[in-house]
């Protein structure tokens, strides 16, 4: 890859984006054997240093080394020498002076990423800097969209929900725009942020209009942790307005899909039925997280010397 860092899909390339989903499909079948095992990366260090929690993006990077052999270690900011005071700066220099080759970040500050890439010579991954960007979970999400429609030009993309704090809404519009797809989000005014247009997006206040002849759904978890007091009336009046439903899921294509980044508040922007229904490609999201996320440190790492058999 021509890349050495995996900052966001802002900057990155449509060829850069098209490797990457491309690479992910062979890794999504060494995760189906029994043993889920190659020797790609052996001999590699992959550190995940996460300032806030996740469960699916820490673990799917750690299981994805773990698939190509390398070695990982994983360091969480609530039990680490940040709570002593220690810089991220600091944090980065110690944790690449260890040996690391990668180090996989989410941190709440946007830009952190790309800040650490100015003080350490390792491979930095991006994984969510504040309101800022996601970029692996928009392209596990496109490879998703990949696997059942078999293209993205052309397509119409629904994104519903809270838009404002979102970084998976920020990586996958400028992700799927750059593959051609035509991207509609909607969600309450106050949880639009200003210049979508600019960047490409079809804006709606209600979640009708993007629903109509959609063939992707994605829904956005509504994130309380971030909300700042007043921005929607009340989590009833937000799901009775804004949630997907079967109702509103009716308005897009016969043959639409539903994803979602998870984690999901249930009967708040996603009901149950749709969330477990038949049209929603969640739980594969998972499983593609996993091979996308291999891709991404094989194609980082594969030119330091990794190994370039992946069978």
């Known amino acids: 890859m021509s890349i050495k860092h995996l900052l966001g899909l802002q900057h990155l390339s449509v060829n850069t984006i098209t490797q990457i989903l491309d690479t992910a499909g062979p890794m999504k079948q060494i995760i189906s054997r029994n043993l889920k095992k190659v020797p790609t990366l052996?001999?590699?260090?992959?550190?995940?240093?996460?300032?806030?929690?996740?469960?699916?993006t820490r673990m799917s990077f750690e299981l994805a080394a773990k698939y190509l052999s390398a070695d990982t270690v994983g360091l969480a900011a609530a039990s680490s020498s940040v709570v002593k005071g220690e810089t991220l700066i600091d944090t980065a220099r110690t944790v690449a002076a260890m040996g690391a080759d990668v180090i996989v970040l989410r941190h709440p500050m946007a830009g952190a990423a790309e800040l650490m890439t100015r003080y350490t010579d390792v491979h930095i991954v991006n994984a969510g800097d504040g309101m800022?960007?996601?970029?692996?979970?928009?392209?596990?999400?496109?490879?998703?969209?990949?696997?059942?429609?078999?293209?993205?030009?052309?397509?119409?993309?629904?994104?519903?929900?809270?838009i404002l704090h979102s970084r998976v809404a920020r990586s996958n519009l400028w992700g799927l725009t750059k593959l051609g797809a035509e991207v509609h989000v909607a969600g309450p005014p106050t949880l639009l942020p200003v210049g979508l247009q600019q960047l490409g997006a079809h804006v709606h206040d209600c979640p009708e209009a993007a629903l109509e002849g959609a063939d992707v759904v994605i829904a956005l978890r509504l994130q309380l942790e971030r909300q700042?007091?007043?921005?929607?009336?009340s989590l009833r009046e937000y799901t009775r307005l804004y949630g997907l439903n079967a109702e509103r899921l009716a308005l897009a294509r016969d043959d639409a899909v539903v994803l979602h980044p998870g984690p999901m508040n249930r009967g708040v922007?996603?009901?149950?039925?749709?969330?477990?229904?038949?049209?929603?490609?969640?739980?594969e999201q998972v499983t593609n997280g996993v091979a996308v996320r291999m891709a991404c440190l094989y194609l980082l790492t594969v030119g330091d010397g990794g190994r370039e058999d992946i069978n």
């Open 132 to 162: 800022h960007e996601h970029p692996t979970q928009a392209l596990l999400d496109m490879f998703t969209i990949l696997e059942l429609k078999n293209t993205i030009s052309g397509l119409k993309v629904a994104i519903l929900g809270d």
């Open 42 to 56: 052996r001999g590699k260090a992959v550190a995940t240093v996460f300032y806030e929690p996740s469960t699916r």
């Open 269 to 283: 922007e996603i009901t149950a039925d749709v969330a477990d229904g038949s049209r929603s490609l969640i739980a």
């Open 228 to 233: 700042r007091q007043g921005l929607i009336p």
